[in-house]
């Protein structure tokens, strides 16, 4: 199975992880900057090693970010080729055929990429390595709405043709994962929990609009705790994290449920608490 398992992970201050089970399956790793995210994926990788603990793990290939990202050889093409040679087997073909999508040409030269660039030609690697489990380290840094577009557009087909496939995307923007992630690893001050499975926590973070005191009313009846609250006039909006689905709320009060962006954002902020 091409599964990620991790118990009683340390690394130095920078993480701890004392039980991540990941199934195959779109994980999305979020979590502020200097969170652990970067540190997680590696450990994962076997780049760095564990202070305490054990990683279990199939074959993994990491596309790294920013100033993380080591490009071989003079151009595109040499890097593609020098990369199948270190890993012993890279999809060449499917490899150009997303040069192609993003517009990179094989005889670009690797020091003359943007930062976008760059980032695009990391992933591509790692998606080409055709691992059972793939990591992507914040893959939509540094590019324009264009191209990040492409690159959704990519992952969607790749997991569509991929069986058993794992992949884990790291940000720290909820809308960089909306649409890709089914679940999510968060991590906060380097402790990773998770995953959190988004479609089995939707409706416990409504949003509950209406009269004041009905409001309140239906936030006592969910035993809610409040996230977010305005106020105008008699009529209040308060997002909340339920004990349970909302039903038998009263009539006035309008329930609406978040799409996944927003459903993000909230198990964030409750995970802050």
């Not at 690394?11 to 969170?35: C, E, H």
């Not at 660039?117 to 992507?136: K, Y």
């Not at 991590?187 to 939707?202: K, N, S, W, Y």
């Amino acid at each position: 199975m091409n599964t990620i398992s991790l118990d009683d992970v340390h690394v130095k201050d920078f993480l701890r992880a004392d039980s991540l089970k990941l199934a195959p399956g779109l994980y999305g790793v979020i979590g502020p900057n200097g969170a652990g995210k970067t540190t997680l994926m590696r450990v994962i990788a076997g780049h760095l090693p564990a202070s305490d603990g054990t990683v279990d793990c199939a074959t993994t290939a990491l596309a790294r970010t920013g100033h993380d990202i080591a490009l071989a050889g003079w151009t595109v093409a040499d890097h593609l080729n020098i990369a199948r040679r270190a890993r012993g087997a890279l999809d060449l073909d499917y490899a150009r055929n997303l040069l192609e999508r993003f517009d990179l040409a094989e005889k670009s030269r690797c020091s003359k990429l943007s930062t976008g660039q760059r980032q695009i030609l990391a992933v591509i690697t790692a998606l080409a390595a055709r691992t059972p489990i793939t990591l992507l380290d914040e893959p939509f840094n540094g590019l324009d709405a264009p191209t990040r577009s492409t690159l959704r557009e990519i992952l969607i087909d790749h997991a569509a043709q991929t069986s058993d496939w794992t992949l884990l995307i790291s940000s720290h923007r909820a809308e960089d994962l909306a649409g890709l992630a089914d679940a999510l690893v968060i991590l906060q001050a380097g402790i990773a929990t998770g995953p959190v499975q988004l479609d089995e926590q939707r409706a416990l973070f409504p949003s509950l609009t209406g009269e004041t005191s009905a409001v309140d009313a239906a936030i006592k009846e969910l035993d809610a705790e409040v996230l977010d609250r305005q106020t105008l006039g008699p009529t209040t909006r308060a997002l909340v994290r339920a004990t349970h689905a909302p039903a038998d709320l009263p009539a006035t009060v309008t329930v609406e449920h978040p799409d996944d962006a927003q459903l993000i954002d909230s198990i964030v902020t409750a995970a802050k608490h």
